[in-house]
């Protein structure tokens, strides 16, 4: 044994921690923290193996199965209240408020004597038993041959039972009478789950795995009316699992196949929805990563769940009922995830093949209390107190190392005990408001200390800039996790500039452009007239790669020697023409006017793209340099195109919608040049 740390003495009004494992020697009680001692007035059976327990749902009694008979002790005194003679039981249930137990067994033939009788349908004895735990009588049996677990379902007050029969119809009995029932058939069913809710009205699951034929359904009934309150149908649902929340307003829908369809997993699809009773329901495919699901699971309000999602490593995220994204942890190696009985913390471990790392986190805050290392361990739970966690190395999953630990939030170990051959431990269920709801306090949040800078590690100065960036922190060393607040991004998405358009998203802009492009289609192309390039579309166009540095800055200089000896040069036919004909000189005069106005105006933006961009980096010139040179690569194939068609050739859609393009290039290309500084 070891004892490390111990934490604050607890509230003396509150009922003490209690644990109970059943190992190789026995079955014996402890007292929970702080003491870790075995409980004198608990149970203790020394000598004698034991197969299985069960507690009940409030941990005032606890059902012990030694293989011969099932005996029933008070979790309180340890003492023996009932002792139920049913030899061989292989799995038991008690009931919620301990009235009934129910036991499995494998069915056996029955021995005819020679001579008597041998029914067709009565060959076996009958395997599924409820026993009346004070009474020690049989209150009903039936014959059973599949193992369906549970086979009895039972409301929280226990005024409604059910039982499944064959995948078709369900008996329903009422205040603890098992001799008359109510029938209801539905075809394919293959379990229910009863809600939280009591009263005159109850609801309840049933689940309806997908066929060849048919999707999966999951339903919403109420009860003694028998009628649909919301339904939900999906696709690739082998195994489906529900999980009421604590006040029967909604479940999560877990559904399983054995195969993955596209070959990217060897463990099968994994879906997760969410069924309401108000009708409602959501595919949470939109809402989580790509990938499997790990687990997930209730807050004890009911009002928030937690789910492990996506791609190793997986993603960490809580939503509330209306799905909106509350917290985002790091991204690790975890696949189990859950929220403290007082529901402030939330534990996020890797077990199983994991290497059992786990973070403890104040979700509230989004703020990480501690980290532990529990490694092979096979069970892991929160103590009804919410201050300690235990977990355990359990045979016959690991024949060496078997023994629990205790360890505290802030993740230090508190209790150790190995113990060889321990098949089965944990608490005793107590109510969770039986003891002080305290919010962890500010002073326990890990706060990660400062550590002297290293020193850089070289790296060569003709790396590029992502190469020299620091590195990045691990995500198991980050202690802030990403909160949101739904009702602020709400409003900021309400929120629109005056004057201004929605931002819309990369989803919806892509399908706009999608949308366009087809109109665009659909319109007949019009004839193409080849025409000749105006004066200022022929001012910008280069022919030559090799004097784009030179063209740039002449398009860019208003007064450079180059631009001037390109518009004199245009200019001399117009003259000589304008003295034989007065009415083309006139015409002349007014296109140079325009041609001035135009030249002073791309002078004027010029000279602001100059100004606003006097600084550029080499490798932004060199981008904008080999944009020019692209465009002048289209307007080459563009010139082509048009002597081709002269020469008769025919123009396929793709070569005349190219050249329809031309003016956009040529704009392209000046917009590109105005952008270079003066030199």
């Excluded at 009863?194 to 034929?213: A, D, H, N």
């Excluded at 006040?247 to 559904?255: F, K, P």
């Excluded at 235990?390 to 629990?404: I, M």
């Excluded at 198991?476 to 409003?491: C, G, L, T, Y």
Aim: with cysteine.
């Amino acid at each position: 044994m070891a004892e490390q740390q111990a934490n604050p003495v607890p509230d003396l009004s509150s009922p003490p921690l209690k644990l109970l494992y059943r190992s190789k020697t026995g079955l014996q009680g402890i007292l929970g923290p702080p003491e870790n001692v075995s409980d004198p007035s608990g149970i203790s059976v020394d000598g004698e193996i034991s197969y299985s327990y069960k507690y009940g749902r409030n941990g005032d009694i606890v059902a012990v199965n030694n293989n011969n008979s099932i005996i029933i002790y008070d979790t309180i005194t340890g003492e023996e209240i009932s002792n139920i003679p049913q030899p061989g039981v292989i799995i038991m249930e008690l009931s919620p408020l301990g009235t009934f137990l129910v036991t499995w067994s494998y069915a056996k033939k029955k021995v005819f004597a020679e001579g008597e009788e041998k029914k067709e349908h009565d060959v076996f004895h009958d395997n599924l038993f409820i026993w009346n735990v004070k009474k020690r009588e049989i209150v009903k049996c039936w014959l059973q041959k599949k193992q369906t677990w549970p086979a009895i379902h039972f409301t929280r007050d226990e005024e409604l039972a059910a039982r499944v029969i064959a995948g078709s119809e369900i008996h329903f009995f009422t205040k603890g009478n098992f001799e008359s029932y109510q029938k209801f058939q539905k075809q394919g069913l293959n379990q229910l789950y009863f809600s939280s809710l009591e009263g005159l009205t109850y609801q309840f699951i049933l689940t309806v795995p997908e066929k060849p034929s048919s999707p999966a359904f999951v339903y919403i009934y109420s009860y003694p009316t028998l009628t649909v309150v919301s339904q939900l149908s999906f696709q690739r649902a082998q195994e489906i699992e529900v999980k009421w929340n604590s006040t029967g307003t909604a479940a999560l829908v877990i559904s399983r196949t054995e195969t993955d369809s596209s070959g990217k997993s060897y463990y099968g699809e994994t879906g997760l929805y969410i069924i309401r009773n108000d009708g409602t329901s959501d595919n949470l495919a939109n809402y989580l990563a790509k990938g499997n699901i790990y687990d997930c699971n209730w807050d004890p309000s009911g009002k928030h769940f937690i789910v492990v999602h996506g791609k190793i490593p997986p993603k960490v995220s809580i939503f509330n009922l209306q799905l909106d994204l509350l917290v985002d942890f790091p991204q690790t190696h975890k696949n189990t995830a859950l929220f403290s009985p007082n529901g402030h913390m939330v534990l996020i471990g890797g077990f199983g093949n994991l290497q059992g790392q786990t973070d403890i986190w104040d979700w509230n805050r989004a703020r990480k209390i501690g980290t532990m290392v529990a490694a092979c361990s096979s069970i892991v739970e929160w103590s009804p107190c919410s201050n300690y966690i235990l977990t355990a190395t359990l045979s016959p999953k690991l024949r060496v190392d078997n023994g629990w630990k205790i360890w505290n939030v802030d993740g230090s170990l508190h209790f150790e005990q190995k113990i060889n051959d321990l098949y089965q431990i944990s608490w005793r269920p107590t109510p969770p408001s039986l003891y002080p709801n305290r919010k962890p306090k500010r002073s326990e949040v890990v706060v990660k200390p400062v550590e002297a800078p290293k020193p850089a590690k070289y790296r060569h100065p003709h790396f590029s800039a992502s190469n020299n960036a620091p590195e990045q922190p691990k995500a198991e060393d980050i202690v802030v996790a990403k909160k949101f607040n739904p009702e602020k991004q709400k409003r900021d998405e309400n929120k629109v500039p005056p004057g201004s358009k929605p931002v819309l998203s990369k989803a919806a802009l892509k399908n706009k452009k999608k949308r366009e492009k087809k109109k665009l289609a659909e319109k007949t192309t019009p004839e193409i007239s080849i025409t000749e390039p105006t004066a200022v579309e022929s001012s910008v166009e280069v022919n030559n790669d090799a004097k784009v540095n030179e063209e740039a800055k002449a398009a860019v200089v208003p007064n450079s020697p180059a631009k001037n000896v390109n518009n004199n040069n245009a200019n001399k036919p117009a003259n000589s023409n304008a003295k034989r004909n007065p009415a083309a000189n006139n015409n002349n005069n007014n296109n140079n006017n325009a041609k001035k106005n135009n030249n002073n105006a791309n002078n004027n933006s010029n000279s602001n793209n100059n100004n606003n961009n006097a600084a550029l980096t080499p490798e932004e010139r060199e981008e904008i340099l080999k944009k020019i040179k692209a465009v002048n690569k289209k307007l080459r194939q563009i010139e082509q195109m048009k002597e081709q068609h002269k020469q008769g050739k025919v123009l396929n859609e793709q070569q005349k919608d190219k050249i329809s393009k031309e003016k956009e290039l040529l704009a392209e290309k000046q917009n590109l040049q105005s952008y270079l500084p003066k030199q």
